[in-house]
């Protein structure tokens, strides 16, 4: 048999040549078919992926906020501030639909890495920040001893916080705080808004004293912490560029999304 065939390659060259030609070209149609399917398959499922990670690379999801001691946030209850940070204690997985999520995880490891471990030094500052304002808000209450926001006598401690901050990094408001009377209550204002309502004048111009005690204080450390959030929003930006490169401008160029999911194995 082996010499049957031998013999017939000697004899035959240019029918081997065709037939090795016939079947590089199946194996050629074979690929190509292929290939033109996983592009005409991928192609509006890379589109579809690449609009939903411009979205969220652009949102608040992409990492949260990164706080410091102006956040609005802090205008609350106490207890909803304890609330709020006992909630960083959890690790949560990124906000995307879960085959963009694994397109992410597979075909961009390394980004993917660089999102959560920045996701977490956010979370580890904030944890810092929600600390410190807690405790400040504790020990003004401490020294008052006026209900958190309730009753009749009450002092707006967070608000405190934010008002004492926002002097100390922007000198805003221009204005400085001060001790009105009306009807039989007296009010600590700054630039129009309660720090601390009550029938006792002591508590309010107590509430100023702590006011003037705590923009000496603790200037250095709010500073600090503003320093520290703004680093960590430039690197945001940096990742942000990275991450709008790769996963939309890439793929708005012409290039398929990488890594496979769910929906890709069904292709």
């Given amino acids: 048999m082996n010499h049957q065939l031998i013999e017939w390659v000697t004899n035959n060259p240019l029918s081997l040549i065709a ?9 050629l149609y074979i690929w190509e078919y292929k290939l033109h399917k996983r592009v005409y398959l991928f192609r509006p499922h890379s ?5 939903i990670y411009a979205r969220w690379i652009t949102s608040s999801d992409f990492c949260g906020k990164i706080l410091d001691t ?25 906000e995307l639909p879960s085959y963009a999520l694994e397109h992410l995880k597979t075909g961009y490891t390394e980004l993917y890495d660089k999102i959560i471990n920045f996701r977490e030094e956010v979370r580890a ?6 600390e410190y304002v807690l405790s400040q808000c504790n020990k003004l209450k401490n020294e008052l001893n006026l209900p958190d926001r309730r009753g009749e006598n009450r002092a707006y401690y967070g608000r405190i916080i934010i008002y004492v901050s926002t002097k100390i990094l922007f000198n805003q408001p221009e204005s400085d705080p001060y001790v009105s009377m009306k009807e039989a209550f007296y009010f600590l204002n700054w630039s129009g808004a309660s720090l601390i309502i009550s029938k006792d004048e002591h508590s309010c111009r107590r509430g100023l004293q702590l006011i003037e ?17 703004d680093k960590l929003r430039q690197k945001l930006q940096k990742l942000r560029e990275d991450a709008h490169t790769k996963l939309v401008d890439f793929i708005k160029l012409g290039a398929l999304v990488k890594g496979e999911c769910d929906v890709c194995k069904e292709m």
């Fill in 19 to 27: 037939l090795l030609i016939s079947i590089a070209s199946i194996i």
């Fill in 47 to 51: 589109d579809r992926l690449s609009d």
């Fill in 70 to 94: 102006t956040f609005e946030d802090f205008d609350y209850p106490i207890e909803r501030l304890k609330k709020d940070f006992s909630k960083l204690e959890e690790q949560k997985e990124l």
């Fill in 125 to 130: 500052h904030n944890k810092k920040v929600y």
């Fill in 213 to 229: 005690e705590m923009i000496e204080k603790e200037a250095n450390k709010i500073k600090r912490i503003r320093s520290e959030a």
